[in-house]
């Protein structure tokens, strides 16, 4: 195991592994895309500048949110998602619009 486990082994024998990134996340070591996922960066969307933090929350939680609002409702589960052309591992999509 070790330090860098999560990074190293999250998604590796996953046939789909997505990441929705926040890169000025206040919890240590959750600011870079993880290697063996598709990734989301939701850092600058404009959804943001209308999420309204729970109380007790950080933005930590504004991944989940995002992906419970805008992600979730807007996938195809009629079958399940490999990676390949278009959403492969490590690559990093940036949500501006």
């Known amino acids: 195991f ?8 999250f998604g590796v024998k996953s046939d789909f592994a997505l990441q929705i990134l926040n890169t000025d996340d206040p919890v240590p070591s959750t600011n870079d895309p993880i290697p063996n996922c598709f990734c989301l960066d939701i850092t600058k969307a404009p959804q943001r500048a209308s999420f309204q933090l729970p109380e007790g929350e950080t933005m930590h939680c504004w991944p989940a949110a995002y992906y ?12 399940f998602p490999v990676h390949g052309k278009g959403n492969a591992r490590r690559t990093v999509v940036t949500v501006v619009e």
Not at 68 to 79: K, W
């Open 2 to 9: 070790g330090v860098g486990y999560g990074l190293r082994e």
């Open 68 to 79: 419970a609002r805008y992600g979730y409702p807007a996938e195809d589960l009629s079958a």
